[in-house]
């Protein structure tokens, strides 16, 4: 079978989340002797790669960039530029791949992907890994399944938002921020209709139910693809890691109530932050404090994994209805408990035996880390005991189920 897989960005570039899924999906797939060939525009690597025999081809684009850690974000991608641009080149590279089907693994590429299929007229599936396409800041998605209306989005929304995310409040930033919400706000329904009318999958029955509880039809439940190298460091040390976004939505500002308290009932214990945002302010403050507090930033993902490896736990206490949660996974696949929020879409599956669910509230979360520390070798050794299971349903069945669909959708 031959696939295109239509990214907006790729490897070298902002090695996040949805493109390690992208790659792992895509190695999975030409090893079972599949075509796969990855679209995405060129930021500044090479124009054409083969990487573990899947083809890259990135198209010419406008936006160079030498910093191979940063992309632009979604004020970028959804300006009728990149979407007219990225058409364009679309049409010409599909039209010459020939693929069978046409898999969108990133949401910014639908509407290109959608105008330049206008005249290729192949079947498309998309994979959407967050809720961008209902709410652009997803605050009400914390409370409800449905996403708020108009006099919602400014009286709660974007207050909560504002409040919490802009520091440097003033009339200008105000201003900045209200015309930003419009176009949040248009971008959004934007791409929410041009993503009804194609078969969407996506990471989790709790994504699944808030899709359809906004409108979509056709939804599918396919976890994201992962590869499993090993059960992790054999010697662990006394570690706490958070990896993720330093955001309220992430749970950062629990992890940060709790920080003088867990640390005093565990003073032998070192908890690490990896990643960055404007918590991190906050953050450097405590730091100066608790000696037992690191800050790494941003850093590549192999040192992730392996920080994770050696860790004894790993948060990842999100407040919002994470779609998936890519890190518990990756610390689980590492033989390392996890700590993640009630609503996280890996709960019902995995985490109830590898791991504690915790409230959105600081005492909660304690409680579940001093739970995971009191027990942390029987934690691991049922992560030990349910490996080949934990690797076969996120490994081998994730490529089972998409090539289900793709001959589904194919016919």
């Not at 690191?294 to 790993?314: C, D, F, P, Q």
């Amino acid at each position: 079978m031959k696939i295109a897989f239509v990214i907006e960005y790729f490897f070298p570039f902002d090695k996040g989340g949805s493109q390690w899924s992208t790659y792992y999906l895509a190695k999975q797939l030409v090893e079972k002797g599949h075509d796969i060939t990855i679209l995405t525009p060129n930021f500044g690597s090479k124009e054409f790669e083969i990487v573990h025999g899947i083809k890259i081809l990135r198209y010419p684009f406008y936006k160079k960039t030498k910093n191979f850690e940063y992309v632009p974000g979604h004020f970028f991608f959804t300006n009728p530029l990149f979407m007219i641009w990225s058409a364009f080149f679309l049409f010409f590279y599909i039209k010459k791949e020939k693929p069978q089907i046409i898999h969108i693994q990133g949401k910014y590429s639908i509407p290109p992907v959608w105008f330049a299929n206008l005249f290729l007229g192949l079947p498309i599936i998309t994979t959407i890994r967050d809720y961008l396409v209902i709410c652009n800041y997803g605050i009400c998605l914390m409370k409800k399944s449905k996403s708020c209306s108009l006099i919602e989005y400014y009286t709660s929304d974007f207050k909560s938002y504002y409040e919490q995310y802009v520091l440097n409040r003033n009339v200008v930033s105000y201003l900045i921020n209200i015309l930003m919400s419009i176009w949040g706000r248009i971008s959004t329904k934007l791409l929410k209709s041009f993503s009804k009318g194609l078969r969407v999958i996506v990471l989790s029955e709790i994504q699944k139910e808030i899709f359809l509880e906004n409108g979509f039809k056709k939804v599918d439940v396919i976890y994201n693809s992962f590869e499993f190298s090993n059960k992790g460091a054999s010697k662990k040390e006394n570690i706490i890691t958070y990896a993720g976004r330093l955001t309220p939505g992430k749970g950062v500002n629990l992890i940060l109530d709790t920080i003088p308290y867990l640390l005093k009932l565990h003073p032998a214990f070192t908890l690490i932050f990896a990643g960055d945002g404007f918590l991190r302010k906050k953050l450097v403050t405590l730091s100066r404090k608790y000696k037992q507090i690191k800050i790494l930033g941003n850093i590549a993902h192999g040192e992730l994994i392996r920080l994770m490896a050696k860790s004894k736990i790993v948060l990842s206490p999100s407040i919002w209805p994470e779609p998936f949660g890519r890190i518990a996974l990756e610390a689980i696949a590492n033989n390392t408990p996890v700590v993640i929020g009630i609503r996280s879409g890996l709960l019902q599956e995995i985490v109830p035996r590898f791991g504690v669910a915790c409230e959105p509230n600081s005492q909660s979360l304690l409680s579940s880390i001093n739970k995971i520390i009191s027990k942390n070798d029987q934690y691991r050794k049922q992560i030990g005991k349910d490996y080949s299971k934990i690797k076969k349903k996120f490994g081998i069945e994730v490529t089972e189920k998409y090539l289900q669909v793709y001959k589904e959708t194919l016919g």
